[in-house]
T-cell receptor, first 109, second 120 residues
């Protein structure tokens, strides 16, 4: 079966750095997405990785290792507005998105 | 670009009535649209995939006669919840994709703002 694992909840301090991990086992791989979802709102696109390595975009970076079936989202200089759920999703061989359950990130002052 | 709208954003209805939710891609043609449902504090659950001009493909456990999907054009898909019951209360989100090969950022899924349905 297809499976995506990410921690249910993480807590971090404002101004700090946090890394949210995602491991996956899917039938085929055509890329991995990270989405941010604030409570009561739809997901918004953060990043897309299809090749191994680190993609940096401002305070957010996303890493992918296809051989290990592993990705992480790195958030630097955390702000209170970063409190949200972060969803990892993999595009499988049928170009369907397989979603993780999401990681709820709580930022404390 | 790549804006998806949903209407209505919020709806309250009585048990037994039907509710129609519209999903529109405003500045691109969506060959494929997806309908998701999300319960509080849970992740997205794919309900069905619809391609323009063909019947929707429903995920296991989703009743196609209860959740009617019509993708009549490249910019509009509708989800009708028929004979809604309180257990159908949820956050319904649509997303749109331009083509079947998402190898570039431009072909990722773009989400609508969601529709919150409350069935009394």
């Amino acid at each position: 079966g297809q499976n995506i694992d990410q921690p249910t909840e993480m807590t971090a301090t404002e101004g700090a750095i946090v890394q949210i991990n995602c491991t996956y086992q899917t039938s085929g791989f055509n890329g991995l997405f990270w989405y941010q979802q604030h409570a009561g709102e739809a997901p918004t696109f953060l990043s897309y990785n299809v090749l191994d390595g680190l993609e940096e975009k401002g305070r957010f970076s996303s890493f992918l290792s296809r051989s290990k079936g592993y990705s992480y989202l790195l958030l630097k200089e955390l702000q209170m507005k970063d409190s949200a759920s972060y969803l990892c999703a993999v595009l499988d061989s049928n170009y369907q998105l397989i979603w993780g359950a999401g990681t709820k990130l709580i930022i404390k002052p | 670009g790549a804006v998806v709208s949903q209407h209505p954003s919020r709806v309250i209805c009585k048990s037994g009535t039907s509710v129609k939710i519209e999903c529109r891609s405003l500045d691109f043609q969506a060959t494929t649209m997806f309908w998701y449902r999300q319960f509080p504090k849970k992740s997205l659950m794919l309900m069905a995939t619809s391609n323009e001009g063909s019947k929707a493909t429903y995920e296991q456990g989703v009743e196609k006669d209860k959740f009617l999907i019509n993708h009549a054009s490249l910019t509009l898909s509708t989800l009708t919840v028929t004979s809604a019951h309180p257990e159908d209360s949820s956050f319904y989100i649509c997303s749109a994709r331009t083509s079947g090969r998402a190898v570039t950022l431009q072909e990722t899924q773009y989400f609508g703002p969601g529709t919150r349905l409350l069935v009394l």
